[in-house]
Structure formats: structure tokens, C-alpha cells
């Protein structure tokens, strides 16, 4: 809670003392919310990032306007304390989208002065802005066009669903009027109430080395031991096979009895 102590999933920190800690600048405010993220989420995102990858992720901080800090710190300071966790999530979108973000915020499409924030990947669960869970860091990976993703803080109000709802394949079990849980995915209605703090960056593993041609190789090298070695290659450049004692001692033997035909049917025409 933003009142609370202890880190842990969803677990708010001492958010709410940090944030009057800050000594009443908007960028100090942003920046204690900064330090006390990292210091309560920040071992759990690197891991499951991490396990979702297979490489390590680096952390930065998110160099985000001051409009946007000052947003996002106002929304802590008028949170309900008792009622609200600052909750770690993720938002896959285009590399090139980032710069934006960090100036404007994170929108709800349709919401910004002009009217002109596009919907690019529907609204199946609602008009909002589409977050997964810390525990799903793949269903963000999905819409990343490079290898960064923005973590971001969430005020999270949501009220546990006595009977869940089912929207489609997924199923609503918390929500309230700024937000949605919904299968892997926050959904924020409240452009006000999630700020990106910082940006994963990391470099993607190298693709293992191809040893198909020298398989192939070893293969052909193999056969041709198993097929006795020394074995000689035809016109056609099969493998011919080395012949055996029992092939030459047939070969003899059929030739010895074509001379036999051979000389009978000379004696018969001579009448003999």
C-alpha cells in the first residue's frame, strides 16, 4: 500500500512517505518513487525479464518530462493510501513510440488535447492503455519492435471480482473505474494513474552456430568407413562395393558351366 511498508510483488514500499520525502519538488517526488521502485521491484522484473528472454536486462531510468512527473506524483499524493499498491508492470510498444511516451506520457487513445492518439492493437478489454502483469513479461515482449521495454509504476485501485467476468478468452478478476485485470493484462483507464520508470534494455542472444554442412560432411565421411573403406566409386560416382571370396569363386563357377554347354552342343552338331 502507498502508506505500507515492504517490498514484493505489488507490495507498496512506504510509496506515500517517500514521495513527502521528497521535499516538495516534482523531480525529487519522481525521483524518491524512482529509487523506491528499483529498491522493492527491481530484482523481481530483472528476473522473470530475464527468464523470459534468456539474457540479462539493464535498467534505466526513464527520462521522462516534467509534465509527466508531475502528473504521475500528483496522482500518488491524492491516491487513496489505504486502498491503492504501486504495482510494477510492463508496456511493449514500437522503438520508435519511446521518445514520445517520455514526453507525453502514456495515453489512452483518443484522450490527448488533439484527439489523435491512434488505436494500433484493438480495445478488446476496454479503451485504455494495455499493461501485462510483472509475472508476464511476454505478452509486452510481443509488441516490442526492438530489444527495450518500458517498466512502469501503476496506482493500482482494483477491488477483487466476487464472480469474474468473461470478456472473450480472458477473464476479468479485479477492477475498478481506473483500471482492469484482466488474464495477463492491466488495462488503465486513467492516463494519469501509470508513468513508464524506467526503460530494460538488452542485447538479444546470438543465434547458435549453423553445423549443418559439417554434419552433412561427417555423415558422407561415416558411411563410407561403415561401407568398408577402400570401396571404389563407378562412372556414376556411387560407391561400388568390394567383392567377397564367395562372389569370385560364383563368378567361377558360372563361367565353367557356359564352357560346358558351350562344347556339348559343338559335339552334337558335329553328330558326335
Known amino acids: 500500500l502507498l502508506g505500507g511498508g515492504g517490498g514484493g ?7 506515500w512517505q517517500r514521495v513527502e520525502a521528497g521535499g516538495g519538488s516534482t523531480q525529487r517526488d519522481f525521483c524518491a518513487i524512482q529509487r523506491g521502485f528499483l529498491r522493492d ?15 540479462p536486462v539493464e535498467l534505466t531510468p526513464a527520462p521522462v518530462s516534467p509534465q509527466v512527473q508531475q502528473r504521475f506524483v500528483h496522482a500518488c499524493k491524492t491516491a487513496e493510501k489505504a486502498t491503492t499498491l504501486l504495482r510494477p508492470v510492463y508496456h511493449g510498444t514500437e522503438a520508435k513510440n519511446h521518445r514520445s511516451i517520455f514526453h507525453h506520457g502514456l495515453l489512452v487513445p483518443g484522450t490527448d488535447s488533439n484527439g489523435n492518439v491512434q488505436v494500433r492493437n484493438g480495445l478488446s ?28 509504476g501503476v496506482l493500482d485501485d482494483a477491488v477483487e471480482k466476487a464472480t469474474p467476468e468473461r470478456i472473450g478468452n480472458f477473464m476479468i478478476t479485479k477492477e475498478s473505474p481506473s483500471l482492469r485485470h484482466v488474464g495477463a493484462a492491466i488495462v488503465v483507464f486513467d ?18 552456430p549453423d553445423h549443418s554442412a559439417q554434419q552433412r560432411t561427417a555423415a558422407v ?12 566409386r563407378g562412372a556414376a560416382g556411387r560407391p561400388r562395393k568390394s567383392r567377397t571370396a564367395g562372389d569370385l569363386a560364383a563368378t567361377r563357377g558360372s563361367a565353367a558351366l557356359s564352357a560346358f554347354l558351350g562344347r556339348r552342343a559343338a559335339r552334337r552338331r558335329r553328330g558326335l
Open 221 to 232: 565421411a561415416a558411411a563410407a568407413v561403415a561401407g568398408g573403406g577402400s570401396s571404389s
Open 9 to 15: 510483488p505489488g507490495g507498496g514500499g512506504g510509496w
Open 41 to 55: 521491484h527491481g530484482e523481481e522484473v530483472r528476473r522473470r525479464l530475464k527468464d523470459c528472454l534468456g539474457v
Open 191 to 208: 492516463a494519469a494513474r501509470v508513468a513508464p520508470l524506467f526503460e530494460a534494455v538488452w542485447r538479444p542472444a546470438a543465434a547458435p
Open 125 to 152: 478489454h476496454g479503451r485504455g492503455i494495455y499493461t501485462s502483469t510483472v509475472e508476464n513479461p511476454w505478452l509486452s515482449k510481443g509488441f516490442c519492435t526492438q530489444p527495450r521495454m518500458l517498466v512502469c
